[in-house]
Each structure stands twice: as C-alpha cells, then as structure tokens.
T-cell receptor, first 115, second 115 residues
C-alpha cells in the first residue's frame, strides 16, 4: 500500500517567490496534518484537517502561510511570499479516525530552501 | 503547558548497551505518549506508545516507562544495535475526539550506536 506521498521532495527558491507543497494522504484516512521541522524548533504542528475541514490552524506562523484540502486525497500548503526563515522540512501526516493506536503516518517530507 | 522536554539531545552507545531517553511534560490533560523514530531523509514513524493507565510497556527491545506522578516517561532500548541509530522523538497528546492526533513533540535525541 502506498504511504503518504509528498511533492516536491526538494525545493529551492528565491525570497519572495510563491511555494506550494503537496500531499496525498493514505487512502481512507480522514485526518491530515502539516508539520514543520527545523533544528531550532523541532517538529511543529502547523495545521490539521478532519474530513477536509481545517480544525486547528493555530500553528500557522503568519498570513503568508495557507493550507487547503479540496478533497480527501489532496492537500496543499502554500507560502506566499516565501522568506529565508521558512527554510525547513515540511511533513504531511495522516491518520484514521477511530484507530486505536492514534498512529500518525508521515510522508518523507519536502525540504524547502529559500535563498 | 504544552511543552514536552526531552533529554539528552544526543546519545552515543556501544553495540549491546542500553539507550535511555527521557521526557517530561507539564499538561496533566495529556493521556497518550508515543515515541517516534526518524531516519535521515525519512519522516518519523511510530515506534511504541503508552497510556497513563499502565506504568510500563514493552515491545521487543523497546520499553516505555511511565511515571504519572512525576509527569515523566522514558524510552529504553535494550541490546542497542547500529541499526537503531536514528533520531527519537517523544510526544504527547490529549486523546479522543479531534485532538487525538495533535501531538506535541519533544526536541529529539540523536542516537548513535557504535559497532
């Protein structure tokens, strides 16, 4: 079975450019999470969705960040305009509601470098 | 109150030794405590998890010890192997409902097991 699929795996962009990260959760999973990982701040939850509806976006750092989930099999995280401090690895994860373990399944991440 | 503090930041162990990583939390509402393992270039993956109704959980060479009164929990890796070399994250969340997957992660411990 395919896991969580993220694209692109690597992105290098210039400051001020728009960045769009994409995620395909595991089929049937109804929770989707976006995390950001940096050396300084570790793993931070940015936003999560339940049945395509944003539940908590309190971790989104500022208005430059936005996330959408137009359907159960696709989500995007957009940064516009990007800044060097946005450089990080962005992870998407999904979970099945009602799963006894509460396990999150992570993708392999999108490494973003903003010059 | 949402913090999870993890120590040490890095750990070097000889093959066959015991690796111990500790975490402490503040929020008494947390009731789900997983450990995630992350290899370079990969997303975190669930290793083992515990709920506060038990003081210890063992899965193979991996054991979680939980001290509810002290608000601390730890991961013990017995007979550590070079293949265990990875970054380990403790985490905590309030179980149930839509908060189940809203994990708060510790800062991570880089474990190196020398052959």
């Amino acid at each position: 079975d395919a896991g969580v699929i993220q694209s692109p795996r690597h992105e290098v962009t210039e400051m001020g450019q728009e960045v769009t990260l994409r995620c395909k959760p595991i089929s049937g999973h109804d929770y989707l999470f976006w995390y950001r990982q940096t050396m300084m701040r570790g793993l931070e939850l940015l936003i999560y969705f339940n049945n395509n509806v944003p539940i908590d976006d309190s971790g989104m750092p500022e208005d430059r960040f936005s996330a959408k989930m137009p359907n159960a099999s696709f989500s995007t995280l957009k940064i516009q305009p990007s800044e060097p401090r946005d450089s990080a690895v962005y992870f998407c994860a999904s979970r099945l509601q009602g799963a006894n373990t509460g396990e999150l399944f992570f993708g392999e991440g999108s490494r973003l470098t903003v010059l | 109150q949402q913090q999870v503090k993890q120590s040490p930041q890095s750990l070097i162990v000889q093959k066959g030794g015991i690796s111990i990583i500790n975490c402490a939390y503040e929020n008494t509402a947390f009731d789900y405590f997983p450990w995630y393992q992350q290899f370079p270039g990969k997303g975190p993956a669930l290793l083992i998890a515990i709920r506060p109704d038990v003081s210890e959980k063992k899965e193979g060479r991996f054991t979680i010890s939980f001290n509810k009164s002290a608000k601390q929990f730890s991961l013990h890796i017995m007979d550590s192997q070079p293949g265990d070399s990875a970054t380990y994250f403790c985490a905590a969340s309030k179980g149930g409902g839509t908060s189940y997957g809203k994990l708060t992660f510790g800062q991570g411990t880089i474990l190196t097991v020398h052959p």
